[in-house]
């Protein structure tokens, strides 16, 4: 599976960014997709994460209210909307790909892309 983010920038506080993560390659068994962040010297964060089928979605409690993944089949992609940034949503957000558990677990994903930077000022 391969996986390649876009979307990332620099906004001010209180705006909003969507991310994308197009999944290509041998998907098959592929059934969570979920996206992580990394802020400099801190640990990798799960923050959202969408189990394929049925369709289930799972928040880390910093973002619930502010953050929305949701999935097109049809362009093999999947979206973080993050609504209301604050400077502490700074980081590297990458999404990953489970064929097993879904969560927001690193050790769940087998599959990154390489991230996209997201800057709050």
């Known amino acids: 599976v391969q996986l390649v983010e876009s979307g990332g920038g620099s906004v001010q506080a209180g705006g909003s960014l969507s991310l994308s993560c197009e999944v290509s390659?041998?998907?098959?068994?592929?059934?969570?997709i979920g996206w992580f962040r990394q802020a400099p010297g801190k640990e990798r964060e799960g923050v959202a994460a969408?189990?394929?089928?049925?369709?289930?979605?799972y928040y880390a409690d910093s973002v619930k209210g502010r953050f929305a993944i949701w999935q097109d089949n049809a362009k093999a992609t999947v979206y973080l909307e993050i609504n209301y940034l604050r400077p502490e949503d700074t980081a590297m957000y990458y999404c990953?790909?489970?064929?097993?558990?879904?969560?927001?677990?690193?050790?769940?994903?087998?599959?990154w892309g390489q991230g996209t930077q997201v800057t709050v000022s």
């Open positions: 390659g041998i998907t098959e068994g592929t059934n969570c």
């Open positions: 969408i189990y394929t089928r049925p369709v289930m979605t």
């Open positions: 990953a790909a489970s064929r097993g558990s879904c969560g927001l677990r690193a050790s769940f994903f087998d599959s």
